[in-house]
């Protein structure tokens, strides 16, 4: 199977004044095309430099990172950001949607900044995504007149519509009550089973490490269990980095 | 497009800060075109009333008779008369040459008397020449005989007096005996220029003469010619001609207003320079602030990998927006009220009246008592090119502020 994402043996180490932590201490993960991993542990485990290292919003001191094939490691700012811009969706736990646009144009926002489509091309491209999401008929709402659980769907939707690689979704329930996280995971599944999505993310709300497929503990910066662990030393070596299914 | 519909949105995410901010533009632009209508109207006010009311495009005299003009020496008369005639009307056929005496004399009505500036003129001439009869009161030209008086406005009102009724003249004749005789009011004329309206009067010329006891001689022409740009050659060519003569041209004449038009722009481009910097100050203030109360929305668009020449844009579009509304609100309140100002005027009499006198005759130039804005649409549209320049610039540095934002940290904050 293909590898969405790989990070071999990276450390990531933080300076603040004169100590030093290391986020990331020699961490090997692979995540394949379709998977759905949960990265929990406790704060400060290392869980979101993770998700920054392969998001490309951070570069490893040590070890590289491979993104759809692409050593991301050495690539610079404006590389990296580009592609941010094709190749990952992001979720984020406070949303981050634009207030002053409604839900519609902020799913086709992430379209805007790809700049590769005719405005009818956006329109049939997110409102397919917006029907799945079961959020059409907020499509000319604002996100301050609907529900924080309907704002991470359009969140979702955001990521969704660009058709990324890889969707990334930092702790995505830490701001929603039980039965609206439970609702937003579920979703996340779906979309996983039914569209082979790719999603990683991380949590530490048991609810929702329950429902991943995959469950990867981090503390102190290092992996200490990866309940999909069997399937990745399953890969042959020379295909990590690549393209070829095993 | 989306990046102008998005600015254009976010701007009224605060609005009572982005109508402060659009406020100082809008001062910054209605205070441009203001002054510029003004500085530009005070030149162009004081030419119209110089040529109009009083030396046309030239004034033609004994080369002596300027130094001693505040004494109205009837001794100094104009030398070749007739030849500086010819040589103007051979050079400039179309050329109205209107002989004129300037005499002092003391205008009185049995109960009070004023001090006033005599203008003897040949009627005809001087209505072509100038259109008296549009600045009287009776709409008529003043007649080539007889004792008929055209009197300033003021000077009217100050004898309370109207068409028909009498003043005195009494002045010293070209002999240096004193002489008077009563002249009836045939119009009363207010031109805008103090000298005239405060402190003088028109009689036909031939009448003059008897009262002066002057059957010949002039004291000056005044030449109106087809171009007034055409004045300076005149000079020249007169002054070289006729040794004896001496011209001044209506730019001489209006040379002292320009100069201090000058200073007086100076003064208005360093203020409204502050003003300015002002609105350059609250515009950045107001960039910077949106940029950090937005810092998660940026962290975001920078995570979906916006390039940061759109975000930088983004924010400029929003400064440049802003300075946009602020600068064509600016521009159509200073050009409507600059415009309204050049129709109608603004009556500065009581300001003048103030600094030199009811009689505006302490100084050798005319007195404007309205200044009438002159205001063009490039200067409306240099108005807003400036509000909107100064505001994209001021925005530029906390814009690009906005790209070192680090996405890790802001979207960990937020």
Known sequence: MQLAAYCEDVSRIFRPGSNEVRALDGVTFRLHRGEMA????????????????????????????????????????????????????????????????????????????????????RKDRVMPVLEALGIAQLASRKPSEISGGQQQRVAIARALVKK?????????TANLDSKTALSIIELMVKLHQEEGTTFLFSTHDPMVMDTAPRLVHLRDGKIVSDSGEQMNKNQPKETEAGDVSA | MFLLKLATLNIFRNTKRSILTMTTVFVGVFGFIMASGMVNGVEQTYVRIEIDTETAHLRVMHKRYLSEEENFPLDLILPQQRAVHSVIKKGWPTALVVPRIIFSAQLGDG??????????IDSA??????????????????????????????????????????????????????????????????????????????????SARDLLRMPTGLTDVVVKLPKKQDALLVSTRLQKQFGAVQAQTWQDKTRTIFELNKIRRQMFNVLISIILIVAAAGMANTVLMSAFERKGEIGMMMALGMPEGRIVRLFTAEAGMLGLIGSVFGALCGGSWAYYLQVYGWDISAMVEKTYGATGQTTGLSVASFIFFDISFSTILMGIFLGVFVSLLASLW????????????????S
């Open chain 1, 38 to 121: 949960a990265v929990a542990g406790p704060s400060g485990s290392g869980k979101t430099t993770l998700l920054n290292m392969i998001g490309c919003l951070d570069r490893p001191d040590q070890g590289k990172v491979f993104l759809d094939g692409e050593d991301i490691s050495h690539k610079s700012k404006h590389q990296l950001a580009q592609i941010r811009n094709e190749k990952i969706g992001f979720i984020f736990q406070s949303f981050h949607l634009i207030p002053v646009l409604t839900v519609f144009e902020n799913v086709e926002f992430a379209l805007q900044i790809q700049g590769k489509l005719s405005v009818d091309g």
């Open chain 2, 125 to 206: 001439l001087a209505e072509k020449a100038f259109s008296l009869s549009r600045y009287s009161s009776s709409k008529k030209p003043l007649p080539e005989t007889g004792k008929w008086i055209f009197v300033g406005s003021i000077i009217a009102k100050s004898f309370k007096k109207k068409i028909g009724d009498t003043l005195t003249i009494e002045s010293r004749t070209r002999d240096g005996s004193m002489n008077a005789d009563d002249y009836q009011i045939a119009g009363v004329i207010s031109t805008g220029n103090m000298i005239i309206d405060g402190g003088s009067f028109y009689i036909p010329l031939k």
């Open chain 1, 164 to 172: 990324p690689v890889l969707i990334l979704a930092d702790e995505p």
């Open chain 2, 111 to 120: 109960e009070q008397a004023l001090g006033a500036r005599g203008v003897a």
């Open chain 2, 398 to 413: 906390p814009a690009w502020r906005t790209t070192r934002f680090d996405p890790r940290e802001v979207l960990a904050r």
